[in-house]
Structures are given as C-alpha cells and as structure tokens.
C-alpha cells in the first residue's frame, strides 16, 4: 500500500497486525478490547465543520450543536450557513469565535479560495497549507480531517488530549506526554501512526476503570 492511499477495512486490519507484532502494549488492547473502528466520516464542509465545533469541547456538546444546526440549514452547506445570523448560531450553540471560523470556512469555500474535493489528491503538506489559511484551523483540526475524512494512514495528531492520555496510562509515564513528546513517541508506529492513534482512542473509550477521572477534561471519540 502506498502512504498517500486511504485506509480501508482490509489495510486497517493489516496495520493492527503489524502494530500489535510491533508494540505489546498494543497487542494488549487489541486483545482486551477488539479492535477499533475505522471511524470514518464523509469528506466535506460538513464534516470539517463539525471538527471546527469539537475543537477544544467533548464531542458529546459538538454532536449536539451540529446536529442542531444540520437540522436549521438543509442541507447543511456553505451557502446555507452563510445564511444564518449571529442570533441564530447562538441559539444552535455557536461560540463568538466558532461562528466567525465556520464563517471563514463557509467564505473560502463559496468565494473558490478552497476546494475541498482538489484536497483529496493531495499530499499532506499541501492539504496542511491549505487549510490553515482558513482562520480557525490550525494543526489538531486538519489531523482529524486528514485521519477520518481522507483517511490517510500515517497521520497523528499530537495535540489531542484524549491521546496524550491514553499513552501515558499506557506507557506508565508519570506525567502527560506534551505535543512534541508525544509526536516523537507516535515515530515508532510508522508507516501507521493513524492507526496507532486509533487504538489509543479505542482504549481511552473502552477502559472506564482510569477514565473516569478524566471525562469531564477531554473530548472523546464517542
């Protein structure tokens, strides 16, 4: 398989092999656990949208303010969000600052500034510039586009708080791994870092026994 492919089910089910073979910390949760889903999300306004509204929230309250708003602009796209007012979107659930990104997001797209069907021919670094151009996306917000939208295998985002837990329960490390410290730790699981990153997510959903403590200060993939 080359890197610039999408996982599918079969690739998926392969690099979970290769992980496990490769980390027995891994071969623990897949044994424990089963494996994790793909977690795949259509690629689109939509869908980077809804990354945008999960940024720095659990994704219960995200879900919730997305599908408030999928049901208010039908269909949910550029032109039709661009439709809606500021009352509007604080009614939905909008923060200040969520509605001027989701606002600049909707621009770029309508103006042609960003196609987001070009993006998926694209290379990693071009999709990342891309889409940082766009106020409100920085690094965490294009990762998750790239890992679940594009579903590209060796993407890892380091800024997640959900991950960096997981791996410091699972490595036994007594303080929470930074970004930088966690990016270089994901550098053993290449080619594969995305799914890496699945199984991690997979075992902060599924061991409630130490995530209790941290529900209330992380989103999760639930």
């Keep these: 398989m080359l890197m610039s492919e999408s996982l599918t089910q079969e690739t998926l089910t392969y690099a979970l092999m290769e992980l496990a073979n490769r980390d027995s910390d891994f071969a623990g949760i897949l044994e424990t656990f089963g494996p994790p889903p793909l977690w795949e999300r259509e690629a689109g306004f939509p869908t980077l949208l809804r990354i945008i509204l999960e940024q720095q929230v659990s994704l ?11 049901a208010v602009a039908v269909p949910l796209t550029p032109e039709n969000f661009l439709t809606l007012d500021d009352v509007q979107l604080k009614t939905i659930g909008f923060s200040r600052q ?22 998926e021919t694209m290379d990693e670094t071009a999709i990342r510039t891309e889409l940082k151009r766009i106020k409100g996306i920085g690094d965490w917000t294009v990762d998750i586009y790239l890992l ?5 295998p060796d993407v890892f985002p380091k800024g997640d708080l959900g991950l960096a837990i997981a791996t410091q329960k699972l490595k ?3 303080l929470r791994p930074t970004p930088e410290e966690l990016a270089a730790i994901a550098d053993n699981w290449r080619p594969w870092r995305a799914v890496a990153a699945r199984i ?23």
């Design 98 to 119: 969520k509605i001027l990104y989701g606002r600049a997001l909707a621009i770029a797209i309508t103006s042609g500034q960003l196609n987001l069907t070009n993006l």
């Design 60 to 70: 219960a309250a995200a879900k919730a303010v997305f599908n408030r708003l999928c």
């Design 172 to 174: 036994g490390l007594t």
């Design 148 to 152: 679940m939208a594009l579903l590209r």
């Design 200 to 222: 991690l997510w997979h075992y902060y959903l599924s061991d409630r026994t130490w995530r209790k403590g941290f529900e209330k200060s992380t989103r999760s993939l639930s």
